[in-house]
C-alpha cells in the first residue's frame, strides 16, 4: 500500500521501514511477517532499511500485533504527478488482486453474519479457502507503472484505497473537468458480488468501501492510449478501459454510469 501511494505521484520507491509489537515475541511468527515484507520490497524495488520491533506484555492479547510501516521515494519535482487533464483524456482501470487492504471491519461482519469460518470454503467457489480469498497480497504496480511514469506517458494516477473509487480518484482531478466512470466495463469479482448480496449493500456502498476489482486507475492522453496499453499488457497487467475525461458536469469530480456486470 505504502509504495503504491508513492508512485501515484510519480515517484519511484526507495526504501521501507516497518514497525512490529506484540506481548510476546513468537519467532515464527515473526519470521513469517519479514518474509513477507521482505518479498513485498522485492516486487517494488527497493530497500528493506530495517525497523522496529517491540515486545510489550500486557499491551497484546497472546497472539496478537501491530504491524505497520512506511516507504520513502523520490521524484522529480517537474515530473511529479498529477498534471493538468484535460476533455477526452483515457481512464484505464489496473485490476485488483482482491480486497487489498481495505475494508475489513465490514469484511469481518459480514463472514460472522454469514456464519462461516476463516477456513470455510468460499460460497463463490467451493475450490477456494475463505481467508486465502481475503488475504490475498495487495497487488504492487511499481515495476509495471514505473517504466511508463518514466516515458512521461501518465498524466495522473490514483491508488483505489479506503474511500474505493469516489473517495480517490477526485483527489487528481483539476476542477474544470469531471471523470465519467463506466461500471459495466470491467466484471465486478466474485468475492465482492458475495460481500454486496449478503450484506445488502447499496452500490454506493460498494463502491465507497471497496475497490470493486479496481487497484490502480491511471489517466493518459488519447493518443498515448495505445502505447500505454501495450506496455502494460508487456508487463502481463490485467486492465480495462473504464472511462474518459469530460467537461466538468454538476460540479462533480467524479459520476458513474451503468451498473456492475
Not at 503504491?4 to 510519480?10: A, E, F, M, P, T
Request: one cysteine or more.
Amino acid at each position: 500500500m505504502s509504495v503504491n501511494d508513492i508512485l501515484v505521484q510519480g515517484a519511484e520507491p526507495l526504501f521501507f521501514l516497518d514497525y512490529y509489537a506484540t506481548g510476546h515475541l513468537n519467532n515464527k511468527v515473526a519470521a513469517q511477517v519479514i518474509k513477507g515484507i521482505a518479498k513485498g520490497c522485492t516486487e517494488s524495488g527497493c530497500s528493506l532499511m530495517g525497523g522496529e520491533t517491540a515486545e510489550m506484555p500486557g499491551m497484546y492479547p497472546e497472539g496478537k500485533y501491530d504491524l505497520a510501516g512506511f516507504a520513502v521515494g523520490i521524484v522529480e519535482r517537474d515530473q511529479m504527478l498529477p498534471t493538468k487533464l484535460n476533455e477526452g483524456d483515457i481512464v484505464l482501470g489496473l485490476a485488483s488482486s482482491g480486497v487489498h487492504s481495505n475494508g475489513y471491519s465490514l469484511v469481518r461482519y459480514l463472514v460472522e453474519k454469514s456464519h462461516l469460518k476463516f477456513d470455510s470454503p468460499a460460497p463463490f467457489d467451493p475450490q477456494l479457502i475463505l481467508s486465502e480469498v481475503l488475504l490475498t497480497p495487495t497487488r504492487i504496480y511499481v515495476k509495471s507503472l514505473l517504466p511508463i511514469i518514466k516515458k512521461g506517458l501518465i498524466k495522473a494516477m490514483a491508488h483505489i484505497t479506503g474511500g474505493g473509487l469516489p473517495g480517490n480518484v477526485p483527489r487528481v482531478v483539476n476542477d474544470d473537468v469531471s471523470i465519467e466512470i463506466d461500471l459495466s466495463s470491467w466484471q465486478l469479482p466474485p468475492i465482492f458480488q458475495w460481500m454486496s448480496k449478503v450484506g445488502n449493500l447499496s452500490k454506493d456502498e460498494l463502491l465507497k468501501t471497496f475497490n470493486c476489482g479496481i487497484g490502480m486507475v491511471i489517466i493518459v492522453s488519447k493518443d498515448q492510449e495505445v502505447t500505454v496499453e501495450k506496455l502494460l499488457k508487456e508487463s502481463d497487467e490485467t486492465f480495462y478501459r473504464i472511462g474518459k475525461v469530460t467537461k466538468r458536469i454538476q460540479d462533480q469530480p467524479i459520476l458513474f454510469k451503468n451498473e456492475f456486470n
